[in-house]
């Protein structure tokens, strides 16, 4: 079988999961073949949106998204190579926290992170059960690449599965290996691929953004999907390692 005559790159931005390092590096490499989009997440499945993006971008190489939702794409005689980083749920939190109470914007997140400490902000946000935030998001996120009447958990952990077997699923904790998991799986295409340690939009730890043991109990409880999850995607890369 020929080789695909094209491969993309395509990086599922999960919101405070080291992406917008992950984007800078790929701007570095790519130049202005790295191009950015968001989607209407309300409509369920993005997945054509998303290919016609690619379709329509010919000369782009690099594709990143937050919003990103439904199935990959499937293009003839194109290799769309996803990649996806995974953060354990706690410090995710914490970190959408401080950004959201440092963001110069008007959205609701940032004004309830101004108006709030990191306890009165992850209460708001659990009281709303359509608000996935703080409960669960990885697992939501990861879910939608295999939807069908399963359990979220279970999709999600799919989902892993898939974005690891046919492109790179990485951890923010492990995000070296993450990108060199990336360079040696689009070596050939792209063999100038090269990065060195960025940190992107980060943000710095305030006393209103600790985590006492009451409020870790309530998180760990809310987000028992995105612990499992995180164990899972362990467990996935420990075997590619011990296969390598």
Request: net charge negative.
């Given at each position: 079988?020929?080789?695909?005559?094209?491969?993309?790159?395509?990086?599922?931005?999960?919101?405070?999961?080291?992406?917008?390092?992950?984007d800078?590096?790929?701007?570095?490499?790519f130049?202005?073949?790295?191009?950015?989009?968001?989607?209407?997440?309300?409509?369920?499945?993005?997945?054509?949106?998303?290919?016609?993006?690619?379709?329509?971008?010919?000369?782009?190489?690099?594709?990143?998204?937050?919003?990103?939702?439904?199935?990959?794409?499937?293009?003839?005689?194109?290799?769309?190579?996803?990649?996806?980083?995974?953060?354990e749920?706690?410090?995710?939190?914490?970190?959408?926290?401080?950004?959201?109470?440092?963001?110069?914007?008007?959205?609701?997140?940032?004004?309830?992170?101004?108006?709030?400490?990191?306890?009165?902000?992850?209460?708001?946000?659990?009281?709303?059960?359509?608000?996935?935030?703080?409960?669960?998001?990885?697992?939501?996120?990861?879910?939608?690449?295999?939807?069908?009447?399963e359990?979220?958990?279970?999709r999600?952990?799919?989902?892993?599965?898939?974005?690891?077997?046919?492109?790179?699923?990485?951890?923010?904790?492990?995000?070296?290996?993450?990108l060199?998991?990336?360079?040696?799986?689009?070596?050939?295409?792209?063999?100038?691929?090269?990065?060195?340690?960025?940190?992107?939009?980060?943000?710095?730890?305030?006393?209103?953004?600790?985590?006492?043991?009451?409020?870790?109990?309530?998180?760990?409880?809310?987000?028992?999907?995105?612990?499992?999850?995180?164990?899972?995607?362990?467990?996935?890369?420990?075997?590619?390692?011990?296969?390598?």
């Amino acid at each position: 079988m020929s080789p695909p005559s094209r491969t993309v790159i395509l990086h599922c931005h999960l919101f405070k999961n080291a992406g917008s390092s992950l984007d800078h590096i790929l701007k570095q490499n790519f130049g202005d073949r790295w191009v950015t989009r968001e989607f209407d997440m309300g409509q369920g499945s993005n997945t054509d949106q998303v290919e016609d993006w690619i379709l329509t971008s010919p000369k782009a190489v690099a594709f990143s998204s937050h919003t990103v939702t439904g199935p990959l794409p499937v293009i003839p005689d194109t290799e769309i190579v996803p990649i996806l980083l995974l953060r354990e749920p706690l410090s995710r939190i914490s970190s959408a926290y401080r950004f959201e109470r440092n963001q110069q914007a008007d959205t609701f997140g940032a004004k309830l992170a101004k108006e709030n400490d990191l306890a009165g902000y992850v209460s708001s946000r659990l009281a709303n059960p359509q608000d996935r935030q703080c409960q669960n998001f990885q697992s939501w996120r990861l879910a939608m690449f295999c939807p069908g009447p399963e359990a979220e958990l279970q999709r999600a952990k799919a989902g892993a599965a898939v974005i690891n077997d046919v492109g790179v699923l990485g951890l923010v904790e492990a995000f070296d290996q993450a990108l060199m998991a990336l360079q040696r799986r689009v070596e050939d295409v792209f063999p100038d691929f090269a990065w060195q340690q960025v940190r992107a939009n980060t943000t710095t730890k305030s006393p209103e953004s600790r985590l006492d043991q009451s409020l870790r109990q309530k998180l760990e409880n809310a987000n028992a999907d995105d612990l499992s999850l995180l164990r899972h995607a362990q467990k996935l890369l420990c075997a590619d390692q011990l296969s390598d």
